[in-house]
């Protein structure tokens, strides 16, 4: 399982990802269930912008594009791709993902904040930031931004880290619903001096599906779509306790019947995909059993 260090500024977070790049980068390409997740998340996404009204020729600004991986995919469906990340080591892999597919003529680099996007109102016919909110200390200001650089009529497509996924409901460690309970037993030890005060990580950040649809009410954008991927690694107490090749059919399993809609499966995956218009374009896309189908298998 892969640990993520304690940050506490964006800076910290930036540094991460400088001397990490080589696992974000590799992350998309392992056999385990790690990397099945993360390749369905980015079908899933392809899938859903698929599926609305925009043309092969569209122009899409891709926030924290990491190793480039979804960049070269959307370039290949002819889109013509803005990739931005914030962290230069990213945009180094991005650059060479991207000249080893040849798509390069599709496709600009930036090194850009996503909290101040350097680009003019209304620019992009669609927005996509894959793994980009629980990663910053003010999602609601980079959607505001995300807003603000999308065109009208255009899309916002990008993920959350669900706080109610399922392994963390069925692991008494990460709870979220013994939260309190647990925050105000730490806090009794602490003034009590029978442990050490310890820091509290605040990234990455989770999200609930009500907090979700709660920041697309605050920013102009109207839901259109909104799917859960990904179940496991399943752990107790942080320990994982399946096997990964017994991981992997769990997992698949679980993503058929959230597929189906069936609760409590189609709430609880890892990441949650969320599909929003600057304004009300509902109609014009719909998440049909054939999309999640595919979703569910393509690992």
């Known amino acids: 399982m892969h ?8 800076e910290h977070v ?10 974000w980068d590799s992350v998309y390409r392992r056999e385990d269930l790690v990397g099945a997740i993360y390749r369905r998340r980015q079908t899933a996404a392809i899938e859903m912008l698929g599926r609305t009204s925009l043309t092969s020729e569209a122009k899409i600004l ?7 991986q979804l960049t070269v ?7 013509f791709v803005d990739a931005m990340d914030s962290v230069s080591a990213m945009l180094e892999l991005t650059r060479r993902n991207v ?15 996503v ?26 200001l980079a959607l505001k931004e995300m807003e603000r650089v999308a065109k009208l009529g255009g899309y916002l497509l990008f993920t959350v880290d ?4 399922l392994n963390n409901l069925l692991d008494p460690g990460l709870n979220p619903f013994l939260e309190p309970l647990k925050t105000s037993i730490k806090n009794l030890l602490e003034v009590t001096r029978l442990r050490p005060k310890k820091y509290r990580a605040e990234l990455p950040r989770m999200h609930s599906i009500g907090e979700v649809t709660t920041m697309l009410s605050e920013h102009n954008l109207d839901l259109v779509a909104m799917v859960t991927v990904g179940f496991g690694p399943f752990t107790f107490f942080g320990k994982r306790i399946l096997p990964d090749a017994l991981g992997r059919a769990v997992d698949h399993f679980f993503q058929w019947a959230a597929n189906k809609q069936l609760p409590p499966f189609r709430t609880t995956g890892s990441h949650c995909l969320v599909l929003a ?10 998440v049909t059993e054939e999309l999640l189908e595919h979703v569910g298998v393509a690992v």
């Open 62 to 68: 891709e926030i924290g594009c990491g190793s480039g």
């Open 14 to 23: 930036n540094r991460y990802f400088t001397l990490e790049a080589g696992y």
């Open 115 to 140: 909290h101040r996007l350097g680009f003019e109102a209304r620019s992009f016919d669609a927005i996509i930031a894959l793994g980009v909110l629980p990663w910053i200390f003010a999602p609601n």
């Open 3 to 10: 640990v993520y260090p304690k940050l506490n500024s964006q």
């Open 162 to 165: 669900n706080r109610n996924r």
């Open 277 to 286: 218009a600057k304004h009300d374009v509902s109609d014009e896309i719909t």
């Open 99 to 113: 000249a080893a597919a040849g798509v390069g003529d599709r496709v600009h680099t930036h090194l850009g904040d």
């Open 73 to 79: 995919a959307l370039a290949k469906q002819g889109f």
